[in-house]
């Protein structure tokens, strides 16, 4: 018999947007995981901002490094073009 594969705990929108707009505004550029979680607004289970962390990642809106996390995402659309056509600025 075959077995239906475990669903995994998929974050609600407004978690993942609660996460991405405290790390946007978070005063200095580098923060940790713990830091993270104390300033978050709401309590989050570690595995799910794992989970949200990991999805900001792939869409390059955050980098995760040892030292933690930073906000890289940026919306000037002029950066934007010149980063895609590669001009040097």
Request: glycine fraction near 0%; proline fraction near 3%; aromatic fraction near 2%.
């Given at each position: 018999m075959m077995q239906e594969p475990k669903l995994e705990h998929s974050p609600t929108l407004n978690t993942v947007l609660?996460?991405?707009?405290?790390?946007?505004?978070?005063e200095g550029s580098i923060i940790t995981i713990a830091e993270?979680?104390?300033?978050?607004?709401?309590?989050?289970?570690?595995?799910?901002?794992?989970?949200?962390?990991?999805?900001?990642?792939?869409?390059?809106?955050?980098a995760v490094t040892l030292k933690g996390i930073t906000w890289i995402h940026n919306t000037n659309q002029n950066l934007r073009e010149a980063i895609r056509k590669g001009l040097e600025l």
């Open positions: 609660m996460v991405e707009d405290t790390l946007k505004n978070m993270l979680k104390r300033k978050l607004p709401k309590q989050v289970n570690h595995n799910t901002l794992k989970l949200i962390l990991e999805y900001l990642e792939k869409s390059n809106k955050i």
